[in-house]
């Protein structure tokens, strides 16, 4: 039995819900991996920054105190749920523009706006831009195959896993859907986050120098529609407000328009440094086994195995994705991890029972075993890619949408 087979296998029985393989003793795959600065420990790194409870503050960082190996230790957020579950969407989306995979997901031809899937909407497959867009000459949220994916439920998996599994296992809810039975509201099945841990905020100065020593006492106005400027000195030439006079370009100083120096300031936002960041990941078994995949009605144990096997495989595939194109989370905040991650496959009781090295693990392998094995039971994602047009209203907003934003209002 090679590698691949061999993980399959301990796979197929931690996804088994029956009594005779135990159904309760697999509780989770984990993956923890210590990273530090790509600079070494201390390097300043930046985390990302949230608008403050109170207009006109300053930005913020999510800060919080965790319980870790005994210790109370101050942590800041260097990556949300919600923005590793993008970056893993995305790269997934580059893995198939690439070719080196297929996972079905649901398009959308947006016409001069690009090509563009659920794995690039917020709301994934329940996105206004999919539901709202045509098929065949109908609006896809009135189409049976939308009611079907909308309508959803743990145990009834079938439509979702052909079209869109990603959405399965990141967490998706059908808003809009007005149905007795109740809209889709599925909880993520994998997460991610990384923290920074032992984390102390520093400062950082905030300047810029321009080669010319432009007065700051000058007021730039916002040129008019016949101008070819974007900005004037002669108030003649000035659009016109609200109230009619003539309107400042922003502040009306050079330095709003990118003209001048900027006076050295700290700024409330300098980065961090920290004793170590930590990416904590996990897939839900128990909830991996809840999904089943009916046909026409009718459950078929062997199936249901196979579909988990195909979401357990994508989402060790996702988690793998992430390692491999590293940790280059946004500017000033490159990470490295500190050994090689590893999968971690745990009991009921949190006691790892197995683990696999994430890069000596041809997850890419894994899921197209999983695939197979999907196929041969009916679940096949060949075909599962589906086609849609954006409708002439939603073109006719972006197009509106993107006038308002090119002049300015």
Known sequence: MDGTDSVIDQLRRAVTANREQ???????????????????????????????????????????????AGEDKSCISLDSVASQANRAELAL??????????????????????????????????DAWIEDAVVDGRRFGD?????????????????????SPVSILLGSWASRLKNPQGAARLARILTSEIIAVGAEKGARAKSKRDIHNVSKGITLYKAGADSPERVVLDPAQAAKGDNGKEAPFADGRPSSAGYGSVTPSLSDHGGITMEYALQIAT????????????????????????????????????LALQVERGYDLRSGCLLTPEADPTFELIDRLGQTVDSWSVMDTDTAALLETAKELGAEHGLDWASGDMRLKASDVQLELLRGSLAKSTSGV
């Not at 809840?290 to 046909?295: G, K, L, T």
Request: overall charge negative.
């Open 22 to 68: 135990g159904p309760s003793w697999a509780g989770a795959i984990r993956m923890r991996v210590h990273l530090q600065p790509a600079g070494g420990p201390g390097t300043k790194v930046m985390p990302p920054t949230y608008a403050p409870e109170r207009s006109g503050d300053a930005p913020v960082y999510i800060e919080e105190t965790r319980r870790i």
């Open 93 to 126: 989306a580059d893995e198939i523009a690439l070719k080196n995979a297929h996972v079905p997901t649901i398009w959308v031809d947006q016409g001069e706006f690009g090509l563009h899937s659920a794995l690039e909407f917020s709301h994934r497959s329940y």
């Open 143 to 163: 189409t049976e195959e939308w009611v079907q994916m909308a309508s959803s439920k743990r145990h009834d998996l079938a439509a979702l896993l052909r079209h």
């Open 283 to 318: 897939i839900s078994l128990p909830a991996i086994r809840e999904c089943r995949f009916p046909e026409a009605g009718e459950h078929d144990d062997s199936r249901d195995v196979a579909g988990r096997l195909m979401l357990v495989t994508l989402g060790l595939r996702l």
